[in-house]
């Protein structure tokens, strides 16, 4: 009979050996052989492993391998066998009884049926004890470092403070840890079935049971589940106000995949985001993305959206309405949702940077094409650093190959060609293996651009100066790990600036159709205060560096009329105080309410017990009291723009923790500052997720179903990324308020006292 353990390894029962052992076990016992005995081959013993337990007519030295991947024998439990009643002991897996001369078993000694030792083993003297102690101390005996018994704590380290503590094993917590291995290390669940990981991890822990890939796939799901529960508690208490970004991509699979993001800060004003849903779509219609947007937001139970970051696409201009006539149903729409629909930043200056390549393709396209020869094979390469070297440049010298989707890896491999542009004239002049390639022709019959001359470098030297400026745009409003919401209306002051100067410089005709082309780009997304999404103006006003007085020299700047300005100005503050006022309404309302539900109690315990004359003038003296409230409120935006700007020259200035520190002198106002600081600028983040989508559903793995490809992205999203923070700190009238009511208490308490105290000695 055997026992089945979770990992589908069986332990069979103990061997039997008889009398054909060997000449030499026998004559150890001063036994001759008897060759007449009929002899049974032992079972094999199976491991974990599936590795067999050599039979002890096997060599006694076997191989270390071996010997550990059956060193879990003592540890596996067989199914218990019976003799008269009582169950034998473990250690007779790895012991027999020697026979004697009449063919007897021997009830006094064991033999070890690996190094043939004989030991001890009577039941009335001995027992099993010589046998467990001999296996301890027996290399090649499977019961050798026996593993220390379930439930005893052992002495480790703590992984923190480095002191000593107990540690308990725990099947459970193994198990758990294995599960978030595969989720981040981005494994496939064959893993766990491994020889090597098996092998690694019982040397280990030879306690813990090794689970099948089911199992883990099981656990996989029932810790993602966990884990959501978690966040959308997160969301349900504190992320009030969540601004979202959402994308869809196509998997290997042929399977249409959408991301939605969450953008939230948390108390310590530490900016987080967490990819909520990684689901299936039927197609990439605008339509079918707002039905999907908002079948997932309402699962999360999140109704306040702030913004929605998306690319420039037509659908997703459709999906965003779809979305505002949703929200506005459940009245839950911010501002009337004229904020809502925010175009991803870099995916505009893409645009427009594409729209200037084209007025030098030809350059660019010979440039490529010297690339992709010297890349093409190792040969062509080794020759074009014997090349470099001679021009006294870097022996390991190489230039990458752009990416045709993406603008900014044509920027670097612009800027990369230029170092070695005395290599690439050499080239040409002396490589004719170099020459007959610009030379062949394509099935078209047309010849490859190239190789350059000289103007051709500097054009290219040019145009690389001059999207230096966009590629370094497009880093600072990528990031999603820190706030940039307040420098989107900065770094496109700075590239309209740009556009216009060159737009403007005869000089260089070439680049100056570049400037042109980039410019109707530019106006048709943000031309104009009244066309760009200006929740990012407002965001740069809450910068205490800027306020509203960059405004009026960054519009000056790019040629706005004065009075233009005046205008911009004065909608800018309007636009503020309005939100504000929103703002006021919804996180403050209950605190008014309450307020208000307080007035409303004590006029109605005073009007009855007080006269005409009198109740007017309370009511009149509580609705000054509420104007006033009203007053002081609506000039905390007055206050804030009127306090001390923050020098622009602090290295190292962080917004959102200014906010945090001043978050005391503007209570509502931070709020409102916290979620413009958690809009996201582009949809890198939603992107991102697509990169660990294309490594979880790779070739090996396309067998996933959608629910466990969302299961492992999400887990493995939340699991990477540091918990967020919603402890506030009592502020210091929140503290004085506690000590007074504390002292309150005590007094009514020994009040209370001092009154029981008398009317017992009164009774007495």
Not at 432 to 442: C, G, L, R
């Amino acid at each position: 009979m055997a026992s089945t353990s979770r990992s589908g390894s069986h332990c069979c029962s103990s061997p039997s050996i008889t009398s054909n052992m060997g000449t030499a076990s026998c004559q150890s016992i001063g036994v001759p052989p008897n060759n007449n005995q009929n002899t049974i081959p032992p079972p094999q013993n199976i491991t974990p492993n599936s590795v067999p337990i050599p039979t002890p007519t096997e060599t006694p030295n076997p191989d270390p391998q071996t010997v550990e991947a059956t060193a879990g024998l003592g540890k596996r439990r067989c199914q218990d066998k019976t003799t008269k009643g009582r169950k034998q002991s473990r250690v007779w897996d790895c012991f027999t009884r020697p026979l004697l001369p009449d063919g007897k078993p021997d009830p006094d000694n064991a033999q070890c049926n690996y190094c043939k030792a004989i030991v001890p083993a009577s039941s009335s003297k001995n027992g099993t004890s010589s046998c467990w102690s001999h296996g301890r101390n027996c290399k090649v005996n499977p019961l050798f470092e026996k593993p220390i018994e379930k439930g005893q704590p052992i002495l480790c380290r703590d992984n923190v403070t480095g002191a000593p503590q107990y540690h308990k094993f725990n099947q459970g917590r193994i198990d758990e840890k294995l599960y978030k291995m595969i989720i981040r290390d981005e494994l496939p669940f064959r893993h766990v079935e491994g020889y090597g990981f098996k092998e690694f991890l019982y040397e280990a822990q030879p306690q813990w049971v090794q689970p099948s890939r089911k199992l883990v796939a099981k656990g996989v799901w029932e810790l993602y589940q966990s884990e959501k529960g978690k966040m959308m508690s997160i969301f349900a208490q504190h992320a009030k106000r969540v601004s979202v970004t959402t994308d869809t991509w196509t998997s290997i699979q042929n399977i249409n995949y959408m991301v939605v993001t969450a953008h939230f800060m948390d108390s310590d004003w530490k900016l987080h985001k967490r990819i909520i849903n990684f689901c299936s779509i039927t197609s990439h219609k605008g339509e079918d993305i707002g039905r999907v947007l908002e079948q997932c937001l309402r699962e999360w139970d999140i109704n306040r959206v702030f913004t929605i970051t998306v690319d420039n696409a037509s659908s997703n201009d459709l999906a965003v309405v779809y979305m505002k006539r949703r929200l506005r149903n459940m009245n839950t729409l911010s501002f009337d949702g004229d904020f809502l629909h925010l175009r991803c930043a870099c995916h505009i200056i893409n645009l427009i940077v594409k729209d200037g390549i084209k007025e030098l393709e030809n350059g660019i396209d010979a440039i490529w094409h010297c690339v992709k020869f010297i890349r093409s094979s190792s040969s062509r390469l080794d020759k074009f650093r014997e090349f470099s070297v001679l021009e006294h440049l870097n022996k390991n010298a190489n230039v990458p190959l752009d990416v045709i989707t993406r603008w900014n890896s044509t920027y670097l491999m612009l800027d990369a060609a230029l170092k070695y542009e005395k290599v690439f004239g050499r080239m040409a002049d002396e490589d004719a293996q170099f020459q007959h390639y610009f030379e062949e022709k394509d099935t078209k019959g047309r010849k490859r651009t190239g190789p350059l001359v000289e103007e051709d470098w500097r054009n290219a030297q040019a145009f690389v100066h001059f999207l230096k400026k966009f590629y370094e745009a497009t880093l600072k409003l990528s990031a999603w790990k820190t706030v940039t919401a307040n420098l989107q209306f900065k770094e496109m002051i700075g590239l309209q600036t740009e556009i216009d100067k060159k737009a403007s410089d005869p000089s260089d005709e070439i680049l100056q159709r570049v400037a042109m082309g980039m410019k109707a780009k530019f106006d048709k997304y943000w031309g104009s205060f009244e066309i760009m999404n200006q929740i990012m103006v407002i965001a740069n006003v809450l910068d205490p560096r800027w306020k509203l007085q960059y405004q009026k020299k960054a519009f000056a700047r790019v040629g706005i009329r004065p009075a233009k300005i005046e205008i911009i100005t004065r909608d800018l503050k309007n636009i503020l105080l309005r939100m504000y006022d929103e703002y006021r309404c919804c996180e403050a309302g209950l605190s008014q309410s309450n307020q208000s539900d307080g007035v409303a109690a004590m006029e109605g315990l005073e009007l009855d017990d007080l006269e005409d004359g009198q109740a007017e003038i309370l009511v009149d003296l509580m609705q000054e009291r509420l104007e006033n409230e009203h007053e002081m409120i609506s000039n905390e935006v007055d206050k804030y723009l009127a306090d001390r700007y923050v020098n622009p020259l602090v290295k190292g200035f962080d917004v959102s923790q200014w906010w945090r520190v001043n978050a005391v002198a503007y209570p509502t106002l931070s709020k409102l500052a916290k979620d413009i600081f958690a809009i996201p600028c582009s949809t890198v983040a939603s992107e991102n997720a697509f990169s660990l989508g294309k490594r979880v559903v790779d070739p090996f793995r396309s067998s996933l179903t959608p629910q466990m490809v969302e299961a492992l992205i999400c887990t493995s999203d939340w699991l990477r990324v540091e918990q967020p923070n919603f402890y506030s700190k009592p502020t210091t009238e929140e503290l004085s308020l506690y000590k007074d009511l504390e002292e309150l208490q005590k007094a009514t308490a020994a009040l209370h006292l001092g009154g029981a105290n008398s009317s017992t000695t009164t009774a007495l």
